[in-house]
């Protein structure tokens, strides 16, 4: 979202971002590979950046790509990272953002010159033991101007409206959505018992307070109710390694897929994060997600990874095939 249009200002007016910001969607013509010394606005053509890597190296590169950190973050700015960090479990359970995929967004951030980057999530487990468990709070502890939180106190939220709810018509966020410059969502990909898969848009259940209410009504409505008053500037999905089975927690089976997921458009990186790989034993395409269903009727991005370009390290796709794979 630009400075002309702060993000309390977003939600006190009640708009959805896409009157803001255009959602991805088609493009004609190529782009063709994203080079280094290449110009900028070649970014701006591509819909999802995938890098394969290990999580430093997937973070840099998928980045890369879509034009840099600085195409987001500028000088001075307060940066929102929002990872999940809600369980007491290690990277390789599969059930939170990597470390390293978390302190890489950060480094990167500061390097960009932003004077606050604040990695928060309402933790689902004790605070205390998911900072550290999940490895987090440690590789964040060296960088400057960066501090991990738990929002696990009922004072650092306030109540907003969902003028566009179907379900959800109010719910208590984080105060530090409204304050923040810019909002980065770091999910991980991994099933979910409740919601199917618990990648992006889900992801930003961890900025509200009261998410029983979510799960006590209609959870897929719920969520894309949610994405029209928070959607985040960018999305960077950590596919390295993908609860596929026995998620939202854990234990459960994981497979390694080494890739980082990034765009703009939270609904095109959720989509294509699905199609990487098999969950439950079986491929599933993105309709077959109640809550994808859901977030694109109400016009949060695109569901068909048909539509997308896809830039790779290396080549750019028109995402057919990967369509055909799901």
Request: glycine residues 12%.
């Amino acid at each position: 979202m630009g400075k002309e249009c702060s993000r309390r200002d977003f939600l006190k007016l009640g708009i959805g971002t896409a009157a803001v910001v255009g959602l991805a969607g088609p493009l004609a013509g190529s782009v063709g590979p994203l080079l280094a010394g290449e110009p900028r606005e070649a970014a701006r053509a591509i819909d999802l950046a995938v890098a394969t890597g290990t999580p430093r190296a997937g973070v840099r590169g998928a980045l890369e790509l879509l034009g840099g950190i600085g195409r987001f973050v500028k000088a001075g700015d307060f940066v929102l990272l929002k990872p999940n960090m809600s369980f007491a479990t290690p990277p390789e359970m599969g059930a939170t953002t990597h470390p390293e995929v978390v302190a890489a967004v950060a480094a990167m951030c500061v390097d960009a010159g932003a004077r606050r980057v604040l990695v928060a999530d309402h933790t689902i487990r004790a605070s205390k033991v998911c900072l550290e468990y999940t490895g987090i709070q440690a590789a964040c502890a060296g960088l400057d101007r960066t501090n991990v939180v738990a929002l696990n106190d009922e004072t650092q939220y306030t109540r907003i409206p969902i003028p566009e709810g179907k379900v959800l018509r109010t719910t208590q966020i984080a105060r530090d959505v409204l304050r923040a410059d810019v909002l980065i969502n770091l999910p991980v990909a991994k099933s979910h018992s409740g919601a199917g898969v618990a990648f992006g848009i889900k992801n930003l259940m961890g900025l509200v307070w009261d998410r029983k209410v979510f799960h006590t009504g209609d959870l897929h409505q719920s969520i894309a109710d949610l994405g029209t008053v928070i959607r985040a500037d960018l999305t960077i999905m950590d596919a390295t390694r993908a609860l596929v089975q026995g998620g939202p927690s854990g234990p459960g089976r994981t497979e390694v897929l080494d890739r980082i997921v990034a765009g703009t458009d939270p609904l095109a990186v959720d989509s294509y994060t699905l199609s990487l790989t098999k969950w439950y034993n079986r491929r599933f395409t993105a309709r077959q997600v109640r809550h994808f269903v859901a977030a694109s009727e109400m016009g949060l991005g695109e569901i068909d990874t048909g539509k997308l370009r896809i830039a790779t390290t290396g080549e750019v796709s028109d995402g057919d095939e990967d369509q055909k794979n799901q």
